[in-house]
């Protein structure tokens, strides 16, 4: 229920800009990936409403976590969407698609592949890149094939027993230049091999390796003299150059580089890290780390610089960073840039960072705000069910701790505005009561406590709760008789067994509802009054026997025994250390009596 409120909580953040985000399941999985004009609308929508669609469903029920990234466009947003499907090919991508089915491109597994858009995807050792969000893209991207390249369209079966029968007939394509006629032989599968070769370097996005690959072949024909063949690589190379999208998230870089930028606020950083891969973001990621040291900027970067590179498992020979102060890296180079297109992905990686210190502090203020809202609901409903006269907004809770009368103590806990006041809280060591007697302890802690209130002038609660019932109420009730504040503070009992609450002057007890916040406050009100109580009293405990046992010792002082239990706590531990090192704290001759006394039991 938690994870499920901190995830709507930061949905409710989310920023009023064009952006990617991922949902991710329970195991930390990227499950989703999804683009938006408005980032808060769209994920938003996810959550708003009850989705016809069972995948929809069943897609919401699994998202326990998201990421975003914000980015200058809507085109922005597309291109960054489609590379982390590709790098990270989540599930419902597949399975869902937005309702829609989008098409992939396949190389189809047999003689003289052809390409071409399916829908559908079977398991018959094709080849299949996508999907394809934007149909348009997808197209422009065919065309583009089969006007750079002499691929077949024709659905003839082309396996080697069938060309033999020489039953085919070339067709327009061949004589418009489209086709190369393997249907008579006149291309070889060799031959049409190396052409799939350069067509899968298109399609898997590696543009760039591709016209590099072309320029090398160009000059190689060039050198040849085949001035033909060189010129058809001239157009292949100018037509992939004109097809290539200039944008934030597709850079005309050679090389992989990653993008790391931090900014330092005290003790809290947060970090941006983007990984490139032949131009396209493959990888974004933004959280906030914690830097309990203070460490210098450059010592941050250091440091997680090669975490992040090891989670990402890149192995990229540059790192763009945020500062220019020198940042040694084993295995990179670091690279602080000041212009360009290196320039502007840094600026990218520090946007998400304002972004999400942005969202951090959103959520932050909506679970305060949350916490207080339910507080505040919780004390108005246990007015109503006690039938106050004003809000209970400063209430206190006691309750008694012994073991078979020994050590007794009691513990006062403080809520205000229906939240814990601990520097408020108070322990009461017992004075006057002998033996096991809660009545009497109660009866001396509450008057103890609201006697000095009064002498003192403080505000007195809104409301005291006893905890254990009629005979612990009563108690209490005597007590405030006595130093006259019958009139100015309002007590109740509660019995644990039932939850029941009992009121002064009403022989049947108050069973509030399961449901209601107030049983909640009132619980965590007992449940807290008690654990520091018991902590109280195990302390006092451990400390009396221990301190009876050490004082059984002669020549063993008051200040001698406290000095060794502040420096080893235990027996136990004083024996670990040895007689040498407990010499060293109290001296050769009492080390000697302790151990000679410790040997002995």
């Known amino acids: 229920m938690k994870d499920q409120s901190d995830l709507l909580n930061k949905v409710a953040t989310l920023p009023h800009h064009p952006g990617v985000y991922q949902f991710f399941d329970q195991k930390g999985k990227i499950i989703y990936v999804g683009k938006a004009k408005d980032l808060k609308k769209r994920v938003s929508s996810y959550f708003q409403k009850e989705h016809s669609d069972g995948k929809t469903r069943t897609l919401v029920k699994q998202i326990t ?231 210098p900027i450059e010592v941050l970067y250091q440091n997680i610089i090669p975490q992040l590179r090891a989670h990402f498992s890149s192995k990229a020979k540059e790192v763009i960073v945020g500062i220019s102060k020198s940042i040694d890296l084993y295995d990179a180079k670091v690279v602080f840039p000041k212009i360009g297109e290196k320039k502007q992905l840094l600026e990218m990686a520090q946007n998400n960072v304002k972004h999400a210190q942005l969202q951090a502090r959103k959520q932050a203020m909506n679970a305060v705000t949350t916490v207080q809202n339910s507080s505040m609901q919780a004390v108005l409903e246990l007015q109503t069910a006690l039938g106050l006269a004003t809000p209970p907004l400063h209430i206190e809770c006691f309750d008694n701790s012994n073991l078979q009368g020994t050590n007794a103590v009691s513990a006062c806990v403080v809520f205000k505005e229906g939240v814990p006041s601990k520097a408020d809280y108070r322990h009461f060591n017992v004075k006057t009561v002998e033996g096991p007697d809660d009545f009497k302890t109660m009866k001396e802690v509450v008057g103890r406590r609201y006697k000095r209130l009064k002498e003192e002038g403080q505000k007195l609660p809104d409301l005291v709760i006893i905890d254990g019932g009629k005979g612990q109420l009563g108690a209490a009730l005597e007590a405030i008789e006595e130093i006259g504040l019958q009139n100015e503070l309002k007590l109740v009992g509660l019995a644990k067994r039932l939850e029941e609450i009992y009121k002064p002057g009403f022989s049947k007890s108050l069973i509030l509802s399961r449901r209601s916040l107030a049983l909640k406050l009132v619980q965590q009100l007992r449940d807290e009054a008690h654990r520091f109580g018991l902590s109280h009293h195990r302390n006092k405990r451990s400390k009396a026997v221990l301190t009876t046992q050490l004082d059984q010792i002669k020549g063993l002082g008051p200040k001698t025994i406290a000095l060794l239990f502040n420096d080893f706590k235990t027996v136990s531990k004083m024996k670990a250390a040895g007689q040498d090192t407990v010499a060293k704290k109290i001296g050769a001759a009492k080390a000697q009596l302790l151990f000679q006394y410790l040997n002995e039991q």
Request: with cysteine; charged share 25%.
């Open 65 to 295: 976590d998201l990421q975003f990234t914000v980015v200058d466009t809507e085109i922005d947003a597309l291109l960054l969407e489609n590379n982390l499907i590709k790098s990270h090919r989540p599930r419902y991508n597949v399975l869902l698609k937005d309702d829609k089915t989008y098409p992939w491109i396949v190389i189809k597994n047999e003689a003289f592949p052809r390409i071409f858009p399916t829908r559908r995807k079977f398991n018959d050792g094709s080849i299949y890149y996508g999907p394809y969000p934007n149909v348009k893209g997808m197209h422009a991207l065919l065309q583009l094939i089969r006007e750079l390249f002499q691929i077949r369209t024709c659905a003839l079966d082309l396996r080697a027993q069938k060309l033999e029968q020489a039953k085919y007939k070339v067709c327009l394509e061949y004589h418009i230049g489209k086709c190369a006629g393997p249907c008579q032989q006149l291309q070889t599968a060799a031959q049409y091999e190396e052409t799939l070769k350069v067509i899968r370097l298109l399609l898997e996005g590696k543009n760039f390796s591709l016209i590099q690959t072309l320029k090398k072949e160009m000059q190689q024909f060039a050198t040849e003299q085949a001035f033909e063949e060189a010129q058809r690589c001239k157009e292949l190379i100018s037509a992939l150059e004109q097809f290539r999208t200039k944008s934030m998230v597709v850079t005309d870089h050679s090389q992989d580089f990653d993008v790391c930028y931090i900014e330092k606020n005290e003790q809290l950083s947060w970090v941006s890290f983007l990984v490139i891969r032949e131009g396209s973001i493959v990888h974004t990621y933004a959280t906030r780390i914690d830097d309990p040291l203070d460490e």
